[in-house]
């Protein structure tokens, strides 16, 4: 298992652009960069073209909400807030986020 200061995903900042027809995810905020994920709108899914933007935004924010609750977590453990509902929510969180073994996570009464 990789530690927080290990990450393997695509490293930040990542940008969500609009190429016309759906949402490129790119290292670049600029038109006709590489894109590493897509975004579209499914009408089977109703899935609309706003929630597919909306969509394309909340995973181009996803590395900076990932380092946000780490650090977040890290002044929490400082201070010996002890265990929290909230804590457990940005624990679960990131595993979910690095696919760590979500059962070892249990959520305060």
Do not use: C
Not at 8 to 27: C, E, K, S
């Amino acid at each position: 298992m990789n530690s927080a200061a290990e990450p393997i995903h695509t490293q930040a900042p990542w940008f969500a652009v609009y190429n016309g027809r759906f949402w490129d995810l790119q290292l670049e905020n600029r038109e006709y960069a590489q894109s590493f994920a897509t975004v579209h709108k499914n009408d089977s899914l109703r899935i609309s073209a706003e929630a597919s933007a909306a969509n394309a935004r909340l995973i181009a924010a996803a590395p900076d909400m990932l380092d946000a609750l780490r650090t977040l977590l890290e002044v929490h453990d400082a201070m010996g807030a002890g265990q929290s509902y909230a804590a457990d929510k940005a624990r679960m969180a990131i595993a979910k986020a690095t696919e760590a073994d979500l059962l070892r996570f249990t959520f305060a009464a």
